[in-house]
C-alpha cells in the first residue's frame, strides 16, 4: 500500500511540474522558438536565429505576482523592495530610499535574453537616481551603486535619470562591466567606466518602457521601447557590446535607488530566456532538474497529499451524514442543473398564464356591462318617437354588432395563442432528445407568444371602449383644507405681536447702549453731561428708563463709581511719578522748582513708587554727585584739567587787563 502511495506521488509530482511550465507558456511563441523569432544581437538569416526557451525560475509578471507571506516565487527582495500583485515597487518616491530583487539561484547559460517592463514616474521635471539591470557572479542586495553592492563582478546596464557631472546627458543608458576590483565613478555618472551608452528619456512615459538585453556569442546587445506606443515589439537600438567575457554563472537582479529627488521605480515584468545556437539541442527541462530538487518536490507533494487526506477526516467528522455519499453527491450536476432552470421557466411562465387569465376575465366583465347598457338604451329608445331617432338606433346597433364581432375575433386569438403556449409547456414537461438548445428555442417562442397575448389584450382593451367614451383620470375626492380661516388668523395676529415686541426689544437695546456709552463719557469727563440732564430731567426713574431694577441699577452705579475712582488713582499716581522726574531733574541742573509738581506729589500723598528704570537712573546720578563732591572726584578732576589750556586763558586775560590800563593811562 505505501508501495502504491509512493508511486502515485511521484506520478503527481510531474503533472505538478508541467502545470509550472505550462503557466508560462502564454509568453511563448507558437512557433516553438518562443516569443519574437529575431533575437537582437543574433546575425545571419532567418535559419541562423537561436532557439528561444523560457525559464521560469528566473522571471516574475503578475498577476498573482506574491504569494500569501509576500515573496516572490524564486526571488529575493531587499531594501526598501515593495512586492505587489502586479508588479514589484523596487524603490518608492521617498528620499534617499534604495531597494533589489535578485533570484535566488544562479543562472548557467552560456547565451541569454531577458525582457524587462518597467515604470519611473514622478512628479518633478528632474528625477534621481535611477534603475539598474544585473548580471553578477553574487547578489548584491545592498550598496551604493543604484541600491546594489559596490565592485561587482559581471555586468550592469544602468538606467541612470541624475546628471552627476553637470554635462546634461541625462537621463541616459549605460553598460558598465566590472571584474570585481573597480569602484563606481558616482561623480562623472561613470562615464569613464561605460561599455557603451545611449540617451533615452525613460521617465513619465504614457505606456511602460520596455529594455530587452541579449548576450549572444559574446555579445551584448540593449534595445529600448521607449513607451510612446503599446506595441510590445516595437524595440529601437540603444547600445552594444562586443567580445564581452562576464561569468559563467550569475544571478540576475534589478535595484533602484533615490537621492534629494525622488520616483517611483516599478517593475512589471521580468522575463528570461536561454539562448541556443542552431545546430545544438536545446536543452530539456529533465536535464535542468537535478535528483536533489527532484526530492525536494517529492516531499513537498507527499506533505500536500498528508494535509488534504487530514482535512478529508475533519470534514468526515464534522459532518457524519455525509460520510457515506460519495464527494460527486454534494454538487449539483449539469442535467440537475437544466432540470432546475427548466422548471424555474415553467413556474414563470405558469405566473403569466395566471395574470393574462385575470385580464381576460376583467375584460369579459367590462363587456358584458357594456352590453347590458347598450340593450336598455336600445330598449329604451325604441320606445320613443319614430322616424330619424330609429335610424339613430340603427346605426348604434350595426356598430354594436361590429364590435362584438372584432371583439370575439380577438378573443379567438387569445385563445389560439393560450394554446400554443400550452401546448409548448407540455412539451418542455416530456423532452426528447431535442436537446438544451431546442429547449432554449422553445422559452423564446413562448415568451413570443405571451407578448403577442399581451398586445392582443391591449388593443381588445382600447376597441372595446366607445369613440365618445375615452378613458379619463379618476377624479379625486376633494380634500380637507388643512388651514382654516381661524387658524390663519390666528398665526397673522401671533406673528404680529412677535414683531412689534422684537421692534420694541431692539429699541429698548439701543438706548440702554447709548446710556451707557454716554454715562462712560460723562465720568471721563469728555463732555455730554448736558444731554444727560435733560434726559434725566424728562425720565422720573432712570432704573426703569434704562430697563433695570432698582437694585441692579444701584449696583450697576456702584460699580461705576468704584471704576472712576480707581482710574482716577492710577491717573493721580502716573501724574505724581511725572513730576517727581521733573523734581528730580531740576534739583539735578539747579533750576527753580515748581509749585504745581509740588502740589502733584502731595495729592499722591507723597507715596510715589518710581519705575525700576527711573530708581537706577536716580541713584546713579546720586552716586555721581557725590564723587564729584568729594576730595578724590576733584583730584581726579585737576588731573583731568589741560594746564596749558587754562594758562593760555590766563595769559589772554592779564594782556586784555594791560591793554585796557594802557588805554585808560593814555586817556589820563
Known amino acids: 500500500m505505501a508501495g502504491s502511495r509512493r508511486s502515485g506521488s511521484q506520478a503527481g509530482a510531474r503533472p505538478f511540474l508541467c502545470a509550472l511550465l505550462l503557466s508560462f507558456s502564454r509568453f511563448v511563441g507558437s512557433d516553438g522558438t518562443g516569443g519574437d523569432a529575431a533575437a537582437p544581437g543574433a546575425a545571419g538569416t532567418q535559419a541562423d536565429l537561436p532557439h528561444r526557451r523560457f525559464e521560469y525560475k528566473y522571471s516574475f509578471k ?6 500569501s507571506d509576500g515573496t516572490v516565487p524564486f526571488w529575493a527582495h531587499a531594501g526598501n523592495a515593495i512586492p505587489s500583485s502586479d508588479q514589484i515597487r523596487i524603490a518608492p518616491s521617498l528620499k534617499s530610499q534604495r531597494g533589489s530583487v535578485w533570484t535566488k539561484t544562479k543562472a548557467a547559460f552560456e547565451n541569454w535574453e531577458v525582457e524587462v517592463t518597467f515604470r519611473v514616474t514622478g512628479r518633478g521635471r528632474i528625477g534621481a537616481d535611477g534603475l539598474a539591470i544585473w548580471y553578477t557572479e553574487n547578489q548584491g542586495l545592498d550598496g551604493p551603486v543604484f ?7 559581471g555586468v550592469g546596464v544602468f538606467f541612470d535619470s541624475f546628471d552627476n557631472d553637470g554635462k546634461k546627458n541625462n537621463p541616459a543608458i549605460v553598460v558598465i562591466g566590472n571584474n570585481g576590483q573597480i569602484n563606481y565613478d558616482h561623480q562623472n555618472d561613470g562615464a569613464s567606466q561605460a561599455l557603451a551608452s545611449c540617451q533615452r528619456d525613460f521617465r513619465n ?21 521607449n513607451g510612446f506606443t503599446p506595441d510590445k515589439n516595437d524595440y529601437e537600438f540603444c547600445a552594444k557590446v562586443e567580445n564581452m567575457i562576464i561569468p559563467p554563472q550569475g544571478h540576475f537582479g534589478i535595484s533602484a535607488a533615490t537621492g534629494g529627488l525622488a520616483d517611483d521605480h516599478d517593475v512589471l515584468s521580468f522575463l528570461t530566456f536561454q539562448l541556443t545556437e542552431p545546430g545544438k539541442e536545446p536543452p530539456t527541462p529533465e536535464k535542468d532538474i537535478s535528483e536533489k530538487e527532484k526530492e525536494k518536490y517529492q516531499e513537498e507533494f507527499e506533505h ?6 487530514k482535512k478529508k477526516e475533519e470534514f468526515q467528522k464534522d459532518h457524519p451524514d455525509l460520510q457515506g455519499q460519495p464527494a460527486d453527491d454534494i454538487f449539483e450536476s449539469i442535467g440537475d442543473r437544466e432540470l432546475r432552470q427548466v422548471f424555474e421557466g415553467q413556474n414563470r411562465i405558469h405566473l403569466e398564464i395566471k395574470q393574462l387569465n385575470r385580464q381576460l376575465d376583467m375584460i369579459l366583465d367590462e363587456q358584458r356591462r357594456y352590453v347590458s347598457s347598450l340593450t336598455e338604451e336600445i330598449s329604451r329608445r325604441g320606445t320613443g318617437t319614430p322616424g330619424q331617432t330609429g335610424q339613430v338606433s340603427q346605426q348604434e346597433l350595426d356598430t354594436i354588432v361590429k364590435t362584438q364581432q372584432e371583439i370575439l375575433r380577438q378573443v379567438n386569438e387569445m385563445k389560439n395563442s393560450m394554446s400554443e403556449t400550452v401546448r409548448l409547456v407540455s ?6 432528445s431535442a436537446g438544451v438548445y431546442e429547449t432554449t428555442q422553445h422559452f423564446m417562442d413562448i415568451k413570443e407568444h405571451l407578448h403577442v397575448v399581451k398586445r392582443d389584450i391591449d388593443s ?4 372595446s371602449m366607445p369613440s365618445n367614451d375615452k378613458p379619463k383620470c379618476p377624479e379625486l ?10 387658524h390663519f388668523v390666528i398665526f397673522v395676529v401671533v406673528q404680529t405681536v412677535l414683531f412689534i415686541g422684537y421692534i420694541m426689544y431692539r429699541d429698548t437695546m439701543a438706548f440702554f447702549v447709548k446710556s451707557m456709552i454716554s454715562n462712560q463719557v460723562k465720568n471721563l469727563g469728555f463732555g455730554g453731561g448736558s444731554e444727560e440732564k435733560k434726559e434725566e430731567g424728562g425720565t422720573s426713574d432712570p432704573a426703569a428708563a434704562q430697563g433695570m431694577t432698582r437694585e441692579e441699577y444701584e449696583e450697576y452705579q456702584k460699580q461705576m463709581i468704584e471704576e472712576k475712582m480707581e482710574r482716577d488713582a492710577a491717573f493721580t499716581q502716573k501724574k505724581a511719578e511725572r513730576a517727581c522726574l521733573r523734581v528730580h531733574l531740576r534739583d539735578k541742573y539747579r533750576l527753580p522748582k515748581s509749585e504745581m509738581d509740588e502740589t502733584q506729589i502731595q495729592l499722591a500723598g507723597d507715596d510715589v513708587d518710581l519705575p525700576e528704570d527711573l530708581r537706577k537712573m536716580v541713584d546713579e546720578d546720586q552716586d555721581e554727585e557725590e564723587e564729584k563732591d568729594s576730595i578724590l572726584g576733584q583730584l581726579q578732576n585737576l588731573q583731568n584739567m589741560d594746564l596749558d589750556a587754562i594758562k593760555e586763558k590766563a595769559q589772554a586775560t592779564f594782556t ?3 591793554q585796557s590800563a594802557e588805554q585808560k593811562c593814555s586817556v589820563m
Open 62 to 67: 503578475g498577476p498573482h505576482l506574491v504569494q
Open 147 to 153: 541600491g546594489s553592492a559596490d565592485t561587482w563582478n
Open 205 to 225: 512615459k504614457p505606456y511602460p518602457v520596455r529594455a530587452k538585453i541579449t548576450y549572444y556569442q559574446k555579445t551584448l546587445t540593449v534595445m529600448i521601447n
Open 304 to 309: 500536500f497529499q498528508q494535509e488534504l487526506d
Open 427 to 432: 412539451g418542455i414537461q416530456h423532452p426528447g
Open 460 to 463: 381588445l382593451a382600447q376597441r
Open 477 to 486: 375626492p376633494p380634500f380637507p383644507s388643512c388651514l382654516s380661516t381661524v
Open 656 to 658: 586784555e587787563i594791560k
